[in-house]
């Protein structure tokens, strides 16, 4: 069964599913987008030389409609979709179906329109632009590579010797897997547990890597993010946020999760012990 829920960012949310009252007849454009490729061509050269490509944004068509036992239930139904798919408003919208759940960001197009009355149905349609053409997963995903692993559950027995209450994760290395179609960004957090200096993460594949070049603090966060045109460096500390762009080191590269595995590394110049690392990211897709 197909269900559809558009939220909007003042928080009004709408559901369509295939049954009364907001009727899901259909929706258009949850598959691949179009693929733009960029092509060269040099005197006397046979064919063309491919140079680049790049994703058209997604545009989804839902068409629809109301059944209610009222006219005034019917007025007041057509009040909810355009409230919810207001123009000036961004939106969210998360899409169920047969074998999955996914979301996209959504910009509305074409607000709800009414075209077709008949007795106690009213047939609706909206056009929603998606700059980024691609799905994501619901959940954040995380992957932690050095943390304290809890070693202990209720109920709970003391014995003269003690308890060992949690260890440290041995391992420098963690297996991050992008289940998605195309690579994707991330949020590596560092986290000091006492004084450290220049945390950094690396690559295994590739030898690409992120440094920040500062000396952290007990309870200091470093949060660098590599989404395409969200990149920032951030430093949380006693609860007040900093920019600490400036302390990236100048060889770095944020980093990107390649289709499938991906093996990072984390070090530190000083007091590598005293380091935590978590990495957060969706995965993306190019159709449902």
């Not at 179906?97 to 009213?122: H, L, M, S, T, W």
């Not at 999760?257 to 935590?276: C, H, K």
Request: some cysteine; glycine content about 8%; overall charge negative.
């Amino acid at each position: 069964m197909q269900q559809i829920v558009y939220t909007n960012s003042s928080g009004e949310s709408v559901t369509l599913m295939p049954s009364r009252p907001l009727i899901l007849q259909s929706i258009e454009g949850t598959g691949s987008v179009k693929n733009n490729i960029h092509t060269s061509k040099s005197p006397d050269q046979d064919g063309n030389t491919v140079i680049g490509k790049d994703l058209d944004s997604r545009e989804l068509v839902i068409n629809g409609s109301i059944g209610a036992n009222t006219d005034t239930d019917i007025m007041n139904y057509r009040r909810q979709l355009v409230k919810a798919f207001n123009p000036k408003e961004k939106g969210v919208l998360t899409y169920s179906y047969d074998g999955g759940e996914k979301a996209i960001n959504c910009e509305v197009e074409d607000a709800p329109v009414f075209p077709k009355r008949d007795g106690f149905y009213q047939t609706f349609s909206i056009t929603l632009l998606c700059p980024n053409p691609f799905w994501q997963d619901l959940e954040l995903l995380k992957a932690e590579i050095a943390a304290w692993i809890g070693d202990f559950s209720f109920p709970l027995e003391i014995t003269e010797i003690g308890i060992e209450m949690g260890h440290r994760e041995p391992s420098l290395i963690v297996n991050t897997l992008n289940s998605g179609d195309v690579e994707c960004g991330m949020r590596v957090e560092f986290k000091a547990l006492a004084t450290l200096t220049n945390p950094s993460i690396l690559n295994v594949n590739t030898q690409e890597f992120i440094k920040i070049n500062k000396t952290m603090v007990a309870g200091e966060v470093l949060t660098i993010t590599t989404h395409f045109g969200a990149k920032r460096v951030e430093s949380v500390l006693n609860g007040v946020t900093t920019n600490a762009f400036n302390y990236i080191d100048l060889d770095s590269t944020f980093l990107q999760l390649d289709v499938g595995d991906n093996l990072f590394r984390y070090d530190a110049d000083i007091n590598l012990d005293n380091l935590e690392v978590s990495i957060y990211y969706t995965p993306q897709y190019l159709g449902v």
